[in-house]
């Protein structure tokens, strides 16, 4: 059994909206009111996605570790998947704190 390989790409597309506009979320209640995004959703959504992948991770090392899989190559796929997710959602918190200090300093 071997871990279908999804494209990194699919999560960076979903970081990559995140210049899409934001509003606050009683603005994006109105249904009227095209183009709202809330932010805590698209972090969320981002948040399941590394999860995922760290789930299958986990899941493929402990299968070929009991020896139930023998496919290397899928369960090593899966690790750097997982550890390149999280990667970058860590790079990107980290620089969201870079900026946010940034500011803060502007402001003193």
Known sequence: M???IHDVSSFVSTLSRADAPVQR???TADA???GGVDFGDRVREVLQ???AHQVRAAEAAESYA????DDIH???IALEQADVTFRLVSNVRSRLVEAYRE???MGA
């Open 2 to 4: 071997t871990i279908p």
């Open 66 to 69: 009991n020896g139930s899989r």
């Open 103 to 105: 500011v803060m300093r």
């Open 74 to 76: 899928g369960t090593m």
């Open 49 to 51: 996605d590394v999860n």
């Open 32 to 34: 009227g009111e095209p």
């Open 25 to 27: 979320p009683e603005a």
